[in-house]
């Protein structure tokens, strides 16, 4: 709809804005973003060969110069013939061929209406599985940007991303916690506990009340669900709403002294493969800088590697792991599709992913030809287990990271406070090995057929 009408975040009237010169990140392929990177431009990605012909120098990082780079994507697409570009707002969403959803996190409060009347249908209509339409839903009318009330944050459209920080269970040291579930309910292999005396809380009260948070933006309200404060905010609020809220140590008592810290950190397994653990609790305005500072003081997270820190901002998404199918379709739809930031695939690397793949789901189905899936042992395969992991019930965004790919090699003696780096940049080294070949196999397997 730019330039005629602009959202709050854009400041041109170009396809590719960016917000900053590093936003495509790493660029080795040990890094799983940069892995991502090699396999889109490996399908002729235009976002990824775009960026790299507009690069500036920025260390291990992909950077661009970002007005160079808008207008090369601008032209390339203006002067493709078989793209009609129309510079108008979209009022309605067909749903009688292949249509692709990839409007980002900040849509209009008009679309999101359009949205979210597309997704209650799909709701309404959902069989076998009830867990999103059950509990408290997020209505599209009104002040969609502001938190409505608690119940908000599930249902057909999310409108803050409050994700707690994700570490991998690799830089773990377990000697300082132990595995139990509150009241030893369920499964106690779920939950990994950070037992903190009084001087190591008061220590996590003082990061969390001084240091550097990150400011809001003019186009984001401050107000909170009181269902899920920044962690910060409940520290502020006096010494003991921590001690009585996510870290509070009640039926958690430590099974190797039979002693009840005085506050417990709690971890929770994050997917299936327990490659990753979530803080629960802390989602978080701190700077990332200081979320570092201050977790990694906590016991066993000295050598915390984070596949993703903690965030709190408006950032509208849809609970993809209940209404999408694994081509990010639409449940009980044939055609529609949905891409990009909106699904919870969080980053511009990511999002040109989903765009990659929707497009080609969206024109094999015009075209009649067999539907295909994306290698799971691949980068795109990742994003697609993000997007599709029913594990954590609380779905928030993500970037892509090695906690998604399949399990390899993964020897390593996490009870011994031993961290073994090489091992690990050489298992990643492998990993994405494996995934290229997979990705050039899939390449030169899927060939569109002639038309006409």
């Given at each position: 709809?730019?330039?005629?009408?602009?959202?709050?975040?854009?400041?041109?009237?170009?396809?590719?804005?960016?917000?900053?010169?590093?936003?495509?990140?790493?660029?080795?392929?040990?890094?799983?973003?940069?892995?991502?990177?090699?396999?889109?431009?490996?399908?002729?990605?235009?976002?990824?060969?775009?960026?790299?012909?507009?690069?500036?120098?920025?260390?291990?990082?992909?950077?661009?110069?970002?007005?160079?780079?808008?207008?090369?994507?601008?032209?390339?697409?203006?002067?493709?013939?078989?793209?009609?570009?129309?510079?108008?707002?979209?009022?309605?969403?067909?749903?009688?061929?292949?249509?692709?959803?990839?409007?980002?996190?900040?849509?209009?409060?008009?679309?999101?209406?359009?949205?979210?009347?597309?997704?209650?249908?799909?709701?309404?209509?959902?069989?076998?599985?009830?867990?999103?339409?059950?509990?408290?839903?997020?209505?599209?009318?009104?002040?969609?940007?502001?938190?409505?009330?608690?119940?908000?944050?599930?249902?057909?459209?999310?409108?803050?991303?409050?994700?707690?920080?994700?570490?991998?269970?690799?830089?773990?040291?377990?000697?300082?916690?132990?595995?139990?579930?509150?009241?030893?309910?369920?499964?106690?292999?779920?939950?990994?506990?950070?037992?903190?005396?009084?001087?190591?809380?008061?220590?996590?009260?003082?990061?969390?009340?001084?240091?550097?948070?990150?400011?809001?933006?003019d186009f984001e309200e401050t107000r909170y669900f009181e269902g899920c404060l920044p962690i910060e905010e409940m520290a502020d609020r006096g010494d003991d709403v921590l001690r009585f809220g996510p870290l509070k140590?009640?039926?958690?008592?430590?099974?190797?002294?039979?002693?009840?810290?005085?506050?417990?950190?709690?971890?929770?397994?994050?997917?299936?493969?327990?490659?990753?653990?979530?803080?629960?609790?802390?989602?978080?305005?701190?700077?990332?800088?200081?979320?570092?500072?201050?977790?990694?003081?906590?016991?066993?997270?000295?050598?915390?590697?984070?596949?993703?820190?903690?965030?709190?901002?408006?950032?509208?998404?849809?609970?993809?792991?209940?209404?999408?199918?694994?081509?990010?379709?639409?449940?009980?739809?044939?055609?529609?599709?949905?891409?990009?930031?909106?699904?919870?695939?969080?980053?511009?690397?990511?999002?040109?992913?989903?765009?990659?793949?929707?497009?080609?789901?969206?024109?094999?189905?015009?075209?009649?030809?067999?539907?295909?899936?994306?290698?799971?042992?691949?980068?795109?395969?990742?994003?697609?287990?993000?997007?599709?992991?029913?594990?954590?019930?609380?779905?928030?965004?993500?970037?892509?990271?090695?906690?998604?790919?399949?399990?390899?090699?993964?020897?390593?003696?996490?009870?011994?406070?031993?961290?073994?780096?090489t091992g690990k940049r050489e298992r990643r080294r492998m990993m994405a090995e494996r995934a290229l070949a997979a990705i050039e196999k899939f390449a030169s397997e899927t060939v569109m057929a002639p038309v006409g």
């Amino acid at each position: 709809m730019r330039p005629n009408r602009s959202g709050p975040a854009h400041t041109s009237g170009t396809l590719a804005e960016l917000v900053c010169s590093n936003s495509f990140r790493g660029a080795a392929l040990e890094n799983a973003v940069g892995l991502l990177k090699e396999e889109l431009a490996r399908l002729g990605s235009l976002i990824i060969t775009s960026a790299r012909e507009c690069a500036v120098p920025a260390g291990g990082a992909l950077a661009v110069d970002r007005a160079r780079f808008a207008a090369l994507v601008e032209s390339r697409v203006a002067g493709e013939p078989r793209i009609t570009l129309h510079r108008e707002e979209v009022r309605a969403i067909p749903v009688d061929r292949p249509v692709i959803v990839a409007c980002g996190p900040l849509p209009s409060d008009e679309f999101l209406t359009i949205l979210d009347e597309v997704l209650s249908v799909t709701l309404r209509h959902a069989q076998g599985d009830t867990e999103s339409a059950q509990g408290d839903t997020a209505s599209a009318q009104g002040d969609t940007g502001s938190a409505q009330s608690d119940g908000a944050r599930r249902g057909r459209l999310h409108y803050y991303d409050a994700a707690s920080p994700i570490v991998d269970a690799d830089s773990i040291d377990e000697s300082f916690m132990y595995r139990k579930s509150r009241y030893d309910k369920g499964d106690g292999d779920d939950y990994l506990n950070i037992p903190l005396n009084r001087a190591q809380y008061a220590q996590l009260l003082a990061d969390l009340r001084t240091l550097e948070r990150h400011p809001a933006k003019d186009f984001e309200e401050t107000r909170y669900f009181e269902g899920c404060l920044p962690i910060e905010e409940m520290a502020d609020r006096g010494d003991d709403v921590l001690r009585f809220g996510p870290l509070k140590p009640v039926g958690l008592r430590d099974p190797s002294t039979g002693v009840t810290p005085f506050a417990v950190v709690q971890l929770r397994k994050e997917n299936a493969e327990a490659t990753a653990y979530n803080l629960v609790g802390f989602q978080t305005r701190l700077a990332w800088p200081a979320q570092k500072e201050a977790f990694g003081k906590l016991p066993g997270l000295a050598q915390a590697e984070w596949l993703r820190l903690g965030v709190m901002h408006r950032n509208t998404f849809i609970d993809s792991p209940r209404l999408l199918d694994e081509r990010l379709r639409l449940r009980g739809m044939r055609c529609l599709y949905f891409a990009g930031q909106i699904t919870g695939a969080e980053g511009y690397v990511e999002a040109a992913a989903c765009g990659a793949m929707t497009g080609m789901h969206a024109a094999r189905e015009i075209l009649g030809l067999p539907a295909v899936e994306l290698p799971r042992e691949t980068a795109f395969g990742a994003v697609v287990a993000h997007l599709q992991n029913r594990h954590t019930a609380d779905f928030q965004p993500s970037n892509v990271t090695w906690g998604a790919f399949p399990v390899m090699l993964r020897q390593h003696d996490k009870g011994s406070g031993q961290h073994d780096k090489t091992g690990k940049r050489e298992r990643r080294r492998m990993m994405a090995e494996r995934a290229l070949a997979a990705i050039e196999k899939f390449a030169s397997e899927t060939v569109m057929a002639p038309v006409g």
